[in-house]
């Protein structure tokens, strides 16, 4: 009897791209905190670097969602309250329909692993339960394990552990599709896993990480591969 086969994807630039919908949801928190006497660091662009500075450092672990609008609101002269917490969060998770957009074959891949029997499911760093909304966005409604709620995150090796689970399949029969080198190839190689990189926005992969097993540069293209990685 044949092992069983898992198969896990990334979620941003893999399933869907989001269109910056979170620094989208710090600028709508923007006109609510000016509205209460908040002072502005200047021009909009400025507004926008400082916002995609404190994603960019809550995006790589530094602090939680909650701490990034904490010191937004913080920075714009104001006391913190949960209730810009909780505004922030709404809004991003309310934004999920209008702004993020399945890459193209995302739902007819899900779809066909589905009837194929392959064990399925996601693994994203980011914050729930926005990562969940984006991912049925994208047509995918399964175990969506997110770095906020096991605490862990890509690329290490516990985080790719806490998807095995999830899938119920050994690292030698598992594959993890993703867009990112390091965080997606090198961190489920790393955990024993294969790798399919998505390259759709044409990277050159950097030369001194080991190569993924497959490239493919649409989701498209993953339903060919499914009898080579042993879904039949």
């Known amino acids: 009897m044949d092992a069983p086969v898992g198969i896990g994807f990334d979620l ?61 609101v913080a920075g714009h002269g104001l006391e913190p309250r949960e209730a810009q917490v909780a505004a922030f969060r709404g809004s991003a998770v309310g934004m999920v329909n209008d702004f993020v957009v399945p890459l193209p074959g995302a739902r007819r891949t899900i779809e066909e692993l589905r009837a194929r029997g392959a064990a399925i499911a996601v693994l994203s760093n980011g914050w729930n339960p926005l990562q969940t909304r984006k991912a049925e966005q994208a047509g995918f409604f399964g175990t969506v394990l997110v770095s906020a709620d096991i605490g862990e995150r890509k690329p290490s090796a516990a985080a790719f552990d806490s998807l095995l689970r999830a899938l119920g399949t050994q690292p030698q ?23 399919i990189w998505i390259n759709w926005e044409r990277k050159v992969y950097p030369p001194g990480l080991r190569p993924p097993g497959h490239t ?12 080579m990685i042993g879904v039949r």
């Open 12 to 72: 941003d630039h893999t399933l869907a791209i989001d269109n910056r919908l979170e620094r989208v949801a710090f600028l709508r928190l923007l006109d609510l905190l000016l509205e209460e006497g908040g002072r502005t660091l200047g021009t909009l662009a400025d507004e926008i670097d400082a916002i995609d500075v404190l994603l960019a450092e809550q995006r790589g672990g530094a602090f939680s969602i909650e701490e990034a609008v904490r010191r937004f």
């Open 173 to 195: 029969h598992s594959w993890y599709v993703g867009d990112d080198p390091h965080g997606d190839v090198a961190g489920a190689q790393d955990a024993g896993m294969h790798a």
């Open 216 to 227: 493919i540069t649409s989701l498209d293209e993953l339903p060919a591969l499914l009898p």
